[in-house]
């Protein structure tokens, strides 16, 4: 796992997207780098095609 992979981890973790448990199935189900993976993740639990969408999301509705 990369830096940026680490840190993309955590802050999904910390955004309450998924668990590390979550996480770690996923990674071990399914094919691909963690970074596909949490993009992944992320699209199945927000909607979002990327983590990083999410964010720019966020980021918007608190700008309201």
Request: charge should be negative; charged fraction near 30%.
């Amino acid at each position: 796992m990369t830096t940026n992979e680490m840190i993309k981890y955590d802050q999904v973790v910390e955004y309450g997207i998924a668990t590390p448990d979550e996480l770690n199935l996923a990674r071990n189900m399914a094919d691909g780098t963690w970074n596909e993976i949490l993009n992944r993740v992320c699209y199945i639990r927000t909607g979002y095609k990327t983590f990083e969408q999410y964010i720019q999301a966020e980021m918007d509705d608190e700008e309201l």
